[in-house]
């Protein structure tokens, strides 16, 4: 009999501690809805409410959560309106507070009962009210994003990340399905640009990952986005999907250089000179006179020479050719093309090198007066190359200062020599 009576103190305790907490609930609510509400203490105890294991996995809960957020906002509006001072900060921080909250409700909401029904009373109301405070999230992620390109602390670059990411999340979720956001919003890829471009400041990748596919389809950010997503699948380690990305983004923006020189560059470092070549040729046959993809061309077989040159030097010789033959069309289409100028310049000098390792050093050899005319004949075809790039790039000195050095230094010119020794 006394354990009998024991259990039903134990169960009367609980149900006490369950209905003080429910009755917190409505208290806070209550407090927030007043004429002059106390926003600290119905935040304090919705908080309590929030983490306790009685309400926290209740609907009603984080429903009263986001209704206290709201009401914030409406009060500083109110002063807005009135001409009073009020706090914008504190709107926009209501705003992610509220969604968040409501976000939460409609989990909770959406879990059948014993019958297998879903009985969500909240969605409706909570994501009209959503709706109205999106522009908010935009203004306060803008805030939080000016101040943090000001103060570079992570926590404002997370508060903007909140803010941007929180817009996109809406227009994802199932309580937005009717509203179709993802079809009607027109500013939802620049948002997700945004909250990609912060996460990848934080070097927040995961979220860059998350939030760059709603905006690649842009015509305006979409290309900046398809680089970020790229940029994040590399510092994740994932060469396949990196790669992949590349090749989309070739696809997809082929006139953003980025995806073509990334994934030629992968290929170079990495000895894949034929999956190079035949990636480039594919290019060019869709777009023969693209000036970019027939320098890349050239840049491969420039590069093969330093691969070939001790395993196979006839072959390495070929190459260079070869590179002469594209740096030479990429600069027939486009003149101004100065780094094309400057490859030149350097592929005409390393065949004087290699050339300069056969020739006899002897002055008494009757050859030696024939080879060092053939081997002047390669610093004379590439002085005009480097004089060009020098012309076009002044600013650049690094496409032109050494090879005209080395030029100049190799034609025993010497007044041009002395100008350029006095820039080195």
């Given at each position: 009999?006394?354990?009998?009576?024991?259990?039903?103190?134990?169960?009367?305790?609980?149900?006490?501690?369950?209905?003080?907490?429910?009755?917190?609930?409505?208290?806070?609510?209550?407090?927030?809805?007043?004429?002059?509400?106390?926003?600290?203490?119905?935040?304090?105890l919705i908080n309590q409410a929030l983490v306790n294991p009685e309400t926290k996995d209740v609907a009603e809960t984080w429903n009263v959560a986001g209704?206290?957020?709201?009401?914030?906002?409406?009060?500083?509006?109110?002063?807005?309106?009135?001409?009073?001072?009020?706090?914008?900060?504190?709107?926009?921080?209501?705003?992610?507070?509220?969604?968040?909250?409501?976000?939460?409700?409609?989990?909770?909401?959406?879990?059948?009962?014993?019958?297998?029904?879903?009985?969500?009373?909240?969605?409706?109301?909570?994501?009209?009210?959503?709706?109205?405070?999106?522009?908010?999230?935009?203004?306060?992620?803008?805030?939080?994003?000016?101040?943090?390109?000001?103060?570079?602390?992570?926590?404002?670059?997370?508060?903007?990340?909140?803010?941007?990411?929180?817009?996109?999340?809406?227009?994802?979720?199932?309580?937005?399905?009717?509203?179709?956001?993802?079809?009607?919003?027109?500013?939802?890829?620049?948002?997700?640009?945004?909250?990609?471009?912060?996460?990848?400041?934080?070097?927040?990748?995961?979220?860059?990952?998350?939030?760059?596919?709603?905006?690649?389809?842009?015509?305006?950010?979409?290309?900046?986005?398809?680089?970020?997503?790229?940029?994040?699948?590399?510092?994740?380690?994932?060469?396949?999907?990196?790669?992949?990305?590349?090749?989309?983004?070739?696809?997809?923006?082929?006139?953003?250089?980025?995806?073509?020189?990334?994934?030629?560059?992968?290929?170079?470092?990495?000895?894949?000179?034929?999956?190079?070549?035949?990636?480039?040729?594919?290019?060019?046959?869709?777009?023969?006179?693209?000036?970019?993809?027939?320098?890349?061309?050239?840049?491969?077989?420039?590069?093969?020479?330093?691969?070939?040159?001790?395993?196979?030097?006839?072959?390495?010789?070929?190459?260079?050719?070869?590179?002469?033959?594209?740096?030479?069309?990429?600069?027939?289409?486009?003149?101004?093309?100065?780094?094309?100028?400057?490859?030149?310049?350097?592929?005409?000098?390393?065949?004087?090198?290699?050339?300069?390792?056969?020739?006899?050093?002897?002055?008494?050899?009757?050859?030696?007066?024939?080879?060092?005319?053939?081997?002047?004949?390669?610093?004379?075809?590439?002085?005009?190359?480097?004089?060009?790039?020098?012309?076009?790039?002044?600013?650049?000195?690094?496409?032109?200062?050494?090879?005209?050095?080395?030029?100049?230094?190799?034609?025993?010119?010497?007044?041009?020599?002395?100008?350029?020794?006095?820039?080195?």
């Amino acid at each position: 009999m006394k354990k009998l009576l024991f259990v039903a103190a134990l169960l009367i305790g609980a149900t006490s501690v369950s209905f003080a907490q429910e009755k917190a609930v409505k208290e806070a609510k209550k407090i927030a809805n007043g004429t002059t509400p106390d926003f600290a203490k119905a935040e304090e105890l919705i908080n309590q409410a929030l983490v306790n294991p009685e309400t926290k996995d209740v609907a009603e809960t984080w429903n009263v959560a986001g209704f206290i957020q709201r009401r914030r906002s409406e009060e500083e509006m109110k002063n807005a309106y009135l001409r009073k001072p009020y706090d914008t900060l504190q709107v926009y921080n209501s705003a992610l507070n509220m969604c968040r909250y409501f976000f939460k409700c409609d989990e909770l909401a959406q879990i059948p009962n014993e019958k297998g029904k879903i009985k969500n009373k909240y969605r409706k109301s909570n994501s009209a009210t959503m709706l109205n405070e999106r522009g908010n999230l935009i203004n306060g992620g803008i805030q939080y994003y000016n101040t943090y390109l000001g103060s570079e602390k992570k926590e404002d670059g997370q508060k903007a990340l909140d803010f941007f990411g929180t817009y996109v999340d809406m227009a994802a979720h199932p309580m937005f399905e009717k509203e179709n956001l993802l079809q009607t919003d027109t500013i939802l890829p620049t948002i997700a640009y945004y909250a990609s471009m912060v996460a990848a400041r934080l070097e927040d990748y995961p979220s860059v990952l998350k939030y760059a596919p709603y905006a690649r389809d842009d015509k305006e950010v979409g290309k900046f986005a398809m680089e970020l997503e790229s940029t994040a699948l590399k510092a994740e380690g994932d060469t396949t999907k990196w790669i992949a990305s590349l090749q989309e983004g070739i696809r997809k923006y082929p006139d953003h250089q980025f995806f073509f020189g990334n994934l030629i560059d992968y290929y170079s470092n990495n000895n894949k000179y034929d999956e190079a070549l035949k990636f480039a040729d594919d290019m060019l046959a869709k777009d023969p006179n693209n000036t970019f993809y027939l320098y890349v061309k050239g840049y491969l077989y420039h590069n093969m020479y330093t691969v070939l040159r001790e395993k196979d030097p006839g072959q390495a010789a070929a190459s260079l050719e070869k590179a002469i033959e594209f740096y030479q069309k990429t600069t027939e289409i486009d003149p101004n093309y100065a780094e094309a100028y400057s490859n030149l310049g350097l592929v005409y000098c390393l065949q004087a090198q290699d050339f300069s390792e056969k020739a006899t050093a002897d002055v008494n050899d009757p050859k030696y007066q024939q080879d060092q005319a053939t081997l002047k004949t390669f610093y004379e075809k590439a002085r005009p190359c480097y004089e060009k790039a020098r012309q076009l790039q002044p600013e650049k000195k690094e496409l032109w200062l050494n090879g005209l050095y080395r030029v100049y230094y190799n034609l025993q010119m010497g007044p041009e020599f002395e100008e350029i020794e006095s820039l080195m």
